[in-house]
């Protein structure tokens, strides 16, 4: 049991259960970094401040290809939040995978930003998820903690998969470890019974956790892509 703690509990702020609509409360750095990408003179740039605080438009602003071009072009030289970086990055990652939404793509950057902030690397200090000693933590903890548990080990597993999926094909192969399939099939369980839990119901977070648990393969194989072309942390 000791094992699950440490590796579920490695950072509390890579584990947030509740999910922030980032894109709807832009930091000034990331504001400023937006209107720099569009506009030239200050009439301009207050005009577009107004409408990327406007929930309806901000959505459209970010997804102008502009945004992703400076990022893949310039990854040295960017003055934005680490999460926006991976808003852009995973939107068109997954938009590309036929996932066409704002909010999922929201999340996953909220999870990539956390756990990367955190500085976890498997492969490094050997923080896996032992998912026996898991199970039976949700089957001993009472169902108001059970909410926490699922989110918990959901996230992990999304960024254990998905960032993370030579490490765990060669624990596969050297140690008769789980494959990748029961990894992702027991994250699609853990984001399904956070859905079904009275408190997502209670914060509204139904739909969301809804649509990662259904589309949790589809994320997985959206960010295996995503961090073979673009963030290279297998050997890092």
């Not at 102008?64 to 040295?76: F, I, R």
């Not at 050997?126 to 998912?131: R, S």
Request: glycine letters at 4%; one cysteine or more; proline letters at 4%.
């Amino acid at each position: 049991m000791e094992n699950l703690l440490a590796s579920i509990k490695l950072n509390s702020s890579a584990m947030n259960v509740l999910p922030l609509e980032y894109r709807k409360h832009l930091s000034e750095t990331d504001l400023t970094f937006i209107t720099n990408c569009f506009t030239q003179q200050s009439s301009e740039t207050e005009g577009l401040l107004k409408l990327l605080t406007d929930p309806n438009a901000v959505d459209s602003i970010l997804d102008q290809s502009t945004l992703l071009e400076q990022v893949l072009n310039t990854p040295d030289n960017l003055e934005l939040s680490p999460r926006l970086y991976f808003y852009l990055l995973t939107r068109h990652s997954l938009k590309a995978s036929g996932l066409d939404s704002p909010e999922l793509a929201d999340y996953i950057s909220g999870v990539l930003a956390s756990y990367l902030k955190s500085g976890f690397r498997p492969h490094v200090n050997g923080n896996v998820l032992y998912l026996v000693d898991w199970l039976q933590q949700v089957d001993a903890s009472p169902i108001g903690k059970r909410f926490e548990l699922y989110v918990m080990a959901g996230n992990h597993l999304l960024f254990l998969t998905g960032i993370f999926p030579h490490f765990i094909e060669r624990r596969t192969q050297r140690h008769g470890a789980p494959d990748i399939g029961f990894y992702e099939s027991i994250g699609q369980r853990s984001f399904r019974s956070a859905a079904q839990h009275p408190l997502s119901r209670r914060m509204q977070t139904e739909q969301l956790y809804h649509d990662v648990a259904m589309n949790f393969a589809s994320v997985r194989t959206a960010l295996n892509d995503l961090s073979e072309r673009l963030i290279s942390l297998e050997t890092a």
